[in-house]
């Protein structure tokens, strides 16, 4: 299993560059950083920068949008990138959610989304698409090499990554929901022509280090209790279309139905006053407490039901100290062991 860190592009930039380059130096395989241009620094600029100071890591949004990013741009910024440090970058993309809704704006179609995808994968690895009435393409891109990720939870993106996506990105880590959205975005693999296991399952949530005492649980509850109000943005657009007709488990529906509303100013942030409604049993299933034992245990189950990375949300009052102990601790004990004797 490959393991990620999610970063907000929080000033000063410097300190996110140090972050990556830590997470390099501690064995994590892959640096996100959400995508939101007006709450944070914007993210394009800072991977020139991360590449630049690390050898190995690859890098990319978790998750932009084709609202507020014209998605030719994307695609050159990413092949370009390539060309200047390698075959090191993966696209996460998404409907759209602080980025737009921050300027006013709504979330892109499904059809939208698929589109999209489509249409980034072929331009930043190089290809020919078909746009606006003419074919376009990179043409100094031909050696570019780059993936393109979607983020969902409703059963039509579930689908519509099967059928075009490369990477599935689910963001909360409950080993029931991760089950059924696996199956689904596989299913739909199988059912477009694909292989069942073709597309890469990334599955990203907070994780919080603890001793394992009550104290140290309830703390680290609160301070990621606000990732339950923001997962709760998307189910929320996913009640609105579908209700209660069973098309979306239960498990991911019922704890919003106290959720009063959403300050995209405290967005990501521990400690933020519109998540009261997330109660503690959401807060477990869909982030991993505890001591570095309980960390390995929940990965060794994702891992068993066809997860390939799990991505920590570094958002909290205990980045060092999370960040080094999955260096120390989680990440040598879910490798492969290989003997230099035998």
Known sequence: MDIGVVLQCTPPAARVIDLARRAETYG??????????????????????????TRKIKIGPMVTNPATRDITVTASVFATLNEMYGNRTVIGIGRGDSAVRVTNGKPVTVAELRQAVVDIKGLVNGEAIDYKDSTLRLPWAGDSRCEVWVAAYGPKVLALTGEVGDGFILQLADPSIAEWTIGSVREAAVAAGREADSVYNCVAAPAYI???????????????????????NHVADIVERYGDSGAVPQALTDYIKNRKGYDYNQHGQAGNTHADFVPDEIVDRFCI?????????RLEELKALGVDQFAVYLQHDNKDH????YGEKVIPAIQETVLAKS
């Open 28 to 53: 994590f395989d892959y640096v996100w950083t959400f995508d939101s241009h007006i709450l944070w620094e914007e993210p394009y600029v800072l991977y020139s920068k991360i590449l630049d100071e």
């Open 210 to 232: 603890t001793d394992g005492s009550e104290e140290q649980n309830a703390h680290a509850r609160d301070q990621l209790r606000w990732f339950g109000g923001m997962v709760g």
């Open 289 to 297: 407490i505890g001591t570095p034992e309980d960390h390995v245990r």
């Open 322 to 325: 999370t960040l080094a102990q």
